[in-house]
């Protein structure tokens, strides 16, 4: 039980009372006896009212799944049988934000009100909102009286998949390209034999088939078809470097929502994921084509997060040959630096002796920041040339592997979901 605004304003007439009636005690004495004893009586029956009011029902309306970074709706509908004024303090998680609360409700009698605030998670995992606090305006409005309503709500906050509704929508509209995703279809064009015909004008070298050329007499192409029914193999890296943060999210957090706009696209193409983890927890999910091959990751991963442990890139290539058999396209997801060559090149090597690998690497931004910063001094100066120097190493790294045959990506953090997608589409295409 608290005293309300009410209360104490009329304490404060009071004491205000008293001071005239130390100045004036034959005309304020009498008046201010009788007040306090009347403010005295009044607030004491208030307070027994108070203390004998039902407190309302209260209900909490919120999505049982929640994204990370994201500012998503709560609702609060309190209802009861006579008129009341409470003010409300939900009890959240820890690690959210929140956005308009306290708030003040008026329910009518007999009825219902109902208020919304917002909330933003700041990690994944299971959470639960508890009981809310209030408090309950007494009938006279002197007291505010504790009270806690409603009870626990679970919730689980999830991997930002935000860019996986985007996609979705433009993908039934085919309007992808307003995404970033480009999505050609070419006739003739795949990693997949379909046929052979005669020859046509625009017609790659690559198509020609020479024997069957020779055999007719005429130029004749080969026709492909994009693979379909391929197993799409994520390889994502936990290790203690992606705990990085780029604003409110990490980098780990950025290859979670790739990882699940890759995951979207390959099912629509018709293709299997699966996903292993390494440099952590490991995970291990078989690959998989049904509908609900997505909800597997989500439950996998939403509560998954960067470890303390250094990358092994050669002991994740052994892990995944071991649980991977038939001929996959392997997607390794990390953040490659220069230290990584001993294990890095190596597990590639491995991995490409049986299956397609692309390396998908996240680019620090405060790389490509600190090339954008004009040098105001001779050591800001020795700093951008360092970065260069360190830009121009990691370039030729990337060239290195690409004149070895593996596909690789080097993109900043927000860039690697639609890039990732478009280049496994590209790689779709042969």
């Known amino acids: 039980m608290r005293p309300a605004r009410p209360l104490l304003a009329l304490a404060a007439a009071w004491f205000a009372l008293a001071g005239l009636a130390v100045v004036w005690p034959a005309v304020f004495h009498a008046a201010w ?58 009890d959240l998680p820890g690690s959210f934000e929140v956005q308009g609360l306290p708030v003040t409700l008026e329910v009518p009698a007999q009825g219902w009100a109902e208020v919304r605030y917002r909330v933003r998670p700041g990690r994944r995992g299971p959470f639960a909102f508890g009981a809310a606090h209030a408090l309950l305006a007494s009938p006279l409005g002197l007291w505010w009286r504790g009270a806690r309503l409603g009870g626990p709500t679970p919730v689980r906050v999830f991997p ?7 996609y979705a929508e433009l993908a039934r509209s085919q309007r992808l390209a307003d995404m970033g995703i480009h999505r050609r279809r070419r006739r003739g064009e795949g990693s997949e ?4 015909r005669d020859y046509r004008a625009g017609d790659s070298l690559r198509q020609l088939d020479w024997k069957a050329t ?11 078809q994009e693979e379909r029914d391929q197993q799409v193999i994520c390889l994502l890296d936990c290790g203690r470097r992606l705990r990085a943060r780029e604003g ?56 998954l997060d960067a470890g303390l442990e250094p990358t092994d890139f050669l002991e994740a290539a052994r892990a995944l040959l071991a649980r991977v058999r038939k001929r996959s ?25 049986r299956h397609r690998v692309v390396l998908a690497s996240l680019r620090d931004p405060a790389l490509d920041a600190a090339l954008e910063a004009v040098p105001a001094t001779f050591e800001a100066a020795l700093r951008t040339g360092s970065v260069l120097a360190y830009l121009e190493r990691r370039r030729r790294t990337f060239l290195g592997l690409s004149a070895r045959g593996w596909t690789s990506l080097d993109v900043p953090p927000r860039q690697l979901a639609v890039a990732l997608a478009n280049r496994y589409l590209a790689e779709k295409r042969g």
């Open 329 to 353: 396209l392997v997607v390794l997801i990390t953040d490659a630096r220069d230290e990584d060559d001993e294990t890095l090149l190596p597990a590639l090597r491995l991995l490409a002796g």
């Open 33 to 90: 006896a009788w007040s306090g004893g009347g403010l005295i009586a009044l607030a004491a029956l208030d307070a027994g009212l108070a203390w004998r009011l039902r407190a309302p029902g209260l209900d909490r309306q919120v999505a049982a799944v929640l994204p990370v970074g994201t500012w998503s709706v709560v609702r609060l509908r309190a209802a009861a049988t006579g008129r009341r004024t409470l003010r409300i303090f939900d």
């Open 214 to 224: 020779a055999r007719l007499g005429r130029l004749i192409s080969r026709d492909y």
């Open 193 to 196: 034999f379909h046929q052979l």
């Open 160 to 166: 930002d998949f935000s860019p996986v509704k985007v």
């Open 248 to 303: 409110r999210a990490s980098h780990f957090d950025h290859m979670l929502t790739a990882l699940l706009l890759l995951a979207i696209v390959a099912l629509r193409e018709g293709d299997a994921v699966g996903l292993l983890t390494f440099g952590g927890p490991v995970r291990f999910v078989p690959p998989r084509k049904t509908p609900k091959a997505l909800d597997g990751l989500l439950d996998v991963l939403y509560g």
